[in-house]
């Protein structure tokens, strides 16, 4: 395993193996996944043996620009995941220096060195700005927007709607990303979308090429976006659970650094331990090899609970 893979969340499979255990008795708390995700929909039977047509990329399309209030003048292309376009935009501009002010997402500077270009704290043709931050839930403004293609990845963006900076979204060079695994909770469907600059969505159009978003993907994403009450009630449901955990996690000495209501982070006086500590209960968390203090989890699943605070105990 690289480097890179390692400075992730997840890993499961890797976890049991060390802590022991079986894999589905674990919790992971690594990742910033919504632990109740949206309730999958009634999907119908061509939606599985049947090419995705037209009609239903639009309602999805359509959904999606209503949700987020993209304006009207901005291209939107769906994808499958946020990793994917990730991995493309750096080619959708010629070779140059990229601003991408840390820490953040490391996948972003990842795709950018692959493709050659070079990395910078500040200033750069091009800048990335991961809105909230992951993983201290850093909110960033139009005035930090550099370069002459602005990546604004919103991938945690949901559980705070006013912090978005769609409406910078129809400034040349400006790409949105938005992640849907994350507050639906559905991390497996690999849905995401792309907005902004209508040439560069269309340019990342043609590199999906035919039919990037599944069937299963188009319904259940189309459905999801439409649902508004739910989209509501939880972000009050996080809300209130990101308070309990960091209650939890203040009564051991922890101290909050920052995140947003799908993860914490903390400052610990050792994260490895604590890190060690949790996974003897088969709970995986987060930590950062910048920074040996740090820790970030997740929020529990509801009948998680009681694992938590028995392991933190």
């Known amino acids: 395993m690289t480097k890179r893979n390692l400075d992730h969340g997840g890993g499961i499979d890797a976890a049991a193996a060390q802590f022991g255990g079986d894999r589905s008795r674990w919790i992971d708390l690594s990742t910033g996944i919504n632990p109740v995700p949206y309730p999958l929909p009634q999907l119908p039977t061509d939606a599985w043996t049947a090419l995705p047509d037209r009609a239903a990329q639009n309602a999805l399309c359509d959904a999606a620009r209503s949700f987020w209030q993209a304006p009207d003048s901005v291209g939107l292309t769906a994808t499958p995941g946020a990793s994917a376009p990730i991995a493309m935009i750096p080619r959708l501009a ?48 139009v005035q930090d927007l550099t370069g002459d293609l602005r990546i604004i990845d919103e991938s945690f963006c949901d559980v705070t709607p006013q912090a978005t900076l769609m409406a910078n979204a129809s400034t040349p060079g400006t790409l949105i990303l938005k992640s849907f695994g994350k507050f639906w909770g559905l991390a497996g469907l690999r849905l ?122």
């Open 94 to 141: 010629e070779i140059g220096t990229v601003a991408i002010p840390g820490p953040t997402y490391n996948e972003h500077a990842a795709s950018f060195a692959a493709a050659g270009w070079e990395i910078r704290g500040s200033g750069g043709s091009a800048s990335v700005h991961v809105n909230p931050n992951n993983p201290d839930g850093r909110i960033w403004c």
């Open 192 to 313: 995401g979308f792309v907005i902004g600059d209508p040439k560069l969505t269309a340019q990342l159009a043609q590199m999906l090429g035919p039919w990037p978003v599944a069937g299963p993907a188009l319904s259940i994403g189309t459905a999801a976006l439409r649902d508004q009450d739910w989209a509501n009630a939880t972000r009050a449901r996080l809300t209130t659970d990101a308070a309990r955990l960091d209650g939890l996690m203040l009564s051991t000495g922890a101290t909050l650094v920052g995140g947003t209501s799908l993860f914490r982070l903390y400052d610990v006086a050792d994260a490895t331990t604590v890190q060690t500590r949790l996974a003897q209960s088969h709970i995986w968390s987060r930590t950062f090899p910048y920074n040996p203090r740090w820790l970030r989890l997740g929020l529990p699943a509801p009948a998680h609970w009681k694992r938590l605070e028995a392991a933190l105990a």
